[in-house]
Every structure is written in C-alpha cells, then in structure tokens.
C-alpha cells in the first residue's frame, strides 16, 4: 500500500526558514514526480513546487520561485521543501503529491489536474506570524 507521510510543519515568525518532509512507502521513487501543494484557509489548493524523481528537474508556482526548494534523498525515499523567507501568507497546510506516470511537466497543469495524482499525504500545517 502506498502510503505518504508529511512532516515538519509548524508554527513561525515571518522571515523564518522551515524545512518540509514527505516520506513514501509502499514503492520506490525510482521513477514518477512528486508534488508539493499548499491549502490555506477559505482558499482552494494550490500548486507549490514539483520534481522529477530522475533526473531531478524542479517546476515552481511563481508565489513561491527563488523563496522554496524542492529536493529529494534516494536513499530516505523522501522529497522536502525547504521555505525560506516564510511570510504571513505562506500559512497553509502543506500536501505532497505523487503521479508513477508521465504527466505535462508545467506548472499551469499541476494546478488545475490534482485529481490526476495518484497519492496525497495527509497534510501539515504551516502557520507563520507577523
């Protein structure tokens, strides 16, 4: 059973740095993108940070270009985003996605086809102060 797992969400001051995991089980990475989405209160999910598994190549929602990294480690079988510069408006709870298939590798898509990804995690909460 594929299973994903987020962790390290919590709460911080605007400016501050939090680092995000997603831990699959149930299969490998060896092949499929990894997605990173945010939800923030009374707002729809939104796309954050994507990457392919080989290869490594990242896409980002502008919202969040040069502030958040998207990363992974083979051997954890893990992706993170890395937040830095975190503002008030960066609080949400944070989901990982994943698709085993080939999906458009563009922002825009991402966005608006959630329903094509195959696994979510169960989320976590980021809140940061002003």
């Known amino acids: 059973q594929v299973q994903l797992v987020e962790s390290g969400g919590g709460l911080v001051q605007a400016g501050d740095s939090l680092r995000l995991s997603c831990a699959l089980s149930?299969?490998?990475?060896?092949?499929?993108?990894m997605g990173w989405f945010r939800q923030a209160p009374v707002k729809e999910r939104e796309f954050v940070a994507a990457?392919?598994?080989?290869?490594?190549?990242?896409i980002y929602a502008d919202s969040v270009k040069v502030r958040f990294t998207i990363s992974r480690d083979n051997a954890k079988n893990t992706v993170y985003l890395q937040m830095n510069s975190l503002k008030a408006e960066d609080t949400a709870v944070y989901y990982c996605?994943?698709?085993?298939?080939?999906?458009?590798?563009?922002?825009?898509?991402?966005?608006?086809?959630?329903?094509?990804?195959?696994?979510w995690g169960q989320g976590t909460q980021v809140t940061v102060s002003s």
């Open positions: 990457l392919k598994w080989s290869g490594g190549s990242t």
């Open positions: 996605a994943a698709v085993f298939r080939l999906v458009p590798f563009i922002s825009s898509w991402w966005d608006h086809h959630q329903k094509e990804l195959n696994y």
């Open positions: 149930g299969r490998t990475f060896s092949s499929g993108v």
